[in-house]
């Protein structure tokens, strides 16, 4: 996949998208019926599940820690995601996801609250599109909010980067593997706080601010549909008729 291929025409990207311009997304919560919390997200033509399990005692009791609860995550890419099959299991790209995934929910969820606990949270790439890990982080930070475990705030994420020597917001599949940069940047929106921000490429100082710009503003623009999403799922349960 090395053969260069124009990504640019017109002032338009490959999908007819404006430099600015994040993907179609949706979201929706409380999906699976046996997971503590769920989301799902299509964002262009990715499709993300996250469902979170705990909080619950941690094995082996080793590993317990009387001060916090262990927020464990995991990413994992489906064989069937992606245009050349993926070996089934972990990977060196799957664990550094997980890591990174964990460090920056780390920074909302209140773990202090559930001693000698783990949290897990499972993020499944059905579709992948490029940005899979901000999709994964978005679901996920969902997917707990769903679950009822206390947060400071939701993680929003968006990537950004170059591409055709222009920097362009939410990068696609093409955009990813033929341009010059790719920066995936997660925040905690109401602290304006970066959790996760990542560089695949280079990047000039002027650059990297325009380019950390609109991933901030990417990452606003998928706070305000997370809110509503959850908002829809109270009023949704509060409309239930529930007996009484
Ligand atoms: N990808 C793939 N096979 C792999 C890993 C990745 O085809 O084994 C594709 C997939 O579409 C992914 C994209 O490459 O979304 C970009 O991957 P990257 O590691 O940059 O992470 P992402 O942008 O998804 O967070």
């Known amino acids: 996949m090395n053969e260069k291929i124009e990504l640019i025409k017109d002032g338009k990207r490959l999908d007819g998208r404006r430099f600015d311009e994040i993907r179609d997304i949706s979201m929706k919560v409380g999906v699976l019926k ?17 469902g979170v399990y705990g909080p619950r005692e941690l094995h082996p009791k080793f590993l317990q820690n009387p001060t916090r609860a262990l927020l464990r995550c995991t990413y994992n890419l489906a064989p069937f995601s992606v245009d050349d099959r993926k070996k089934p299991g972990p990977d060196r790209r799957s664990v550094e996801i997980s ?29 992948a599109d490029a940005g899979t890990r901000c999709v994964g982080l ?33 990068l696609m599949k093409e955009e990813d593997n033929y341009g010059e940069c790719d920066l995936p940047l997660a ?13 695949d490429g ?13 991933a901030l503003n990417g990452a606003m623009k998928v706070y305000e549909m ?19």
């Open 226 to 244: 997370q809110k509503e999403t959850l908002k829809a799922r109270i009023e949704h349960i509060m409309g239930e008729d529930n007996g009484y």
């Open 187 to 199: 925040v905690i929106p109401r602290k304006n706080e970066v959790v996760l921000l990542q560089m």
């Open 202 to 214: 280079k990047l000039t100082r002027e650059e990297f601010d325009k380019t950390y710009r609109l």
């Open 99 to 127: 890591k990174v995934t964990a460090e920056a929910l780390e920074s909302v969820v209140m773990v202090e609250r559930y001693p000698n606990t783990v949290i897990d949270v499972f993020m499944e790439v059905l579709q």
């Open 34 to 50: 046996k997971a503590s919390g769920s989301a799902y997200i299509e964002w262009g033509k990715n499709k993300v599940l996250a």
């Open 138 to 170: 978005t679901a996920a930070s969902l997917a707990l909010a769903d679950a009822g475990i206390p947060m400071k705030d939701l993680v929003s994420a968006c990537a950004a980067g170059k591409v055709d020597g222009e920097i362009v917001v939410d």
